[in-house]
T-cell receptor
């Protein structure tokens, strides 16, 4: 079945450092790919998405590119802030958005 | 626009007791999801509704879990009887599969944190 693998956390960075959180997937067909973020005490929020190969999703300084050849969707940000501290989930959606599969999440802590 | 509403936010019960969670999706969203999120893990789908029909309940432990979505709007998830291992966060999400995009964003509620003692 479909699956998503993320790098294990926690990830601890200093403010203004470069962030990469790796995500790879296994799926039949051509899924859409997502990054969700969960701030403490809150529900999951969509951060960005890409619906086809080579698409780049971006939001709030975060970017991820849909790489079909490597089945990856790595999340990057050039300069993290303390307010980016949260848990980040990579996810895929197949069957026209009806079958969502989430990765285990990566906790990010950004220190001032 | 109001988001997905869930209640209660927190629930503490003793094992073998029943418990129910309520979800009100975003207005107009025809698809509703219930997820289970264990500590340190990603959400796992329990059941998905298209309008009032449960179209995917393959991961729902039907011996103790039940769900309903009367009139295709609000939904209730019930556990009876609860077990210690049911302690987790129960998330509700909704989306609209109408419109030009075939891959639609899911909007999540804040979740209900259940503790079974």
């Amino acid at each position: 079945g479909d699956s998503v693998t993320q790098m294990e956390g926690p990830v601890t960075l200093s403010e203004e450092a470069f962030l990469t959180i790796n995500c790879t997937y296994t799926a039949t067909g051509y899924p859409s790919l997502f990054w969700y973020v969960q701030y403490p005490g809150e529900g999951l929020q969509l951060l960005l998405k890409a619906t086809k190969a080579d698409d780049k999703g971006s939001n709030k300084g975060f970017e991820a590119t849909y790489r079909k050849e490597t089945t990856s969707f790595h999340l990057e940000k050039g300069s993290v802030q303390v307010s980016d501290s949260a848990v980040y989930f990579c996810a895929l959606s197949s069957l026209y958005g009806q079958n969502f599969v989430f990765g285990p999440g990566t906790r990010l802590s950004v220190l001032p | 626009e109001a988001g997905v509403v869930q209640s209660p936010r927190y629930k503490i019960i003793e094992k073998k007791q029943p418990v129910a969670f309520w979800c009100n999706p975003i207005s107009g969203h025809n698809t509703l999801y219930w997820y289970l999120q264990n500590l340190g893990q990603g959400p796992e789908l329990l059941i998905r509704y298209e309008n009032e029909e449960a179209v995917d309940d393959s991961q729902l432990p039907k011996d103790r879990f039940s769900a309903e979505r009367l009139k295709g709007v609000d939904s209730t998830l019930k556990i009876q009887p609860a077990e210690l291992g049911d302690s987790a966060v129960y998330l509700c999400a909704s989306s609209s599969t109408r419109g030009p995009s075939s891959y639609n964003e899911q909007f999540f509620g804040p979740g209900t944190r259940l503790t079974v003692l």
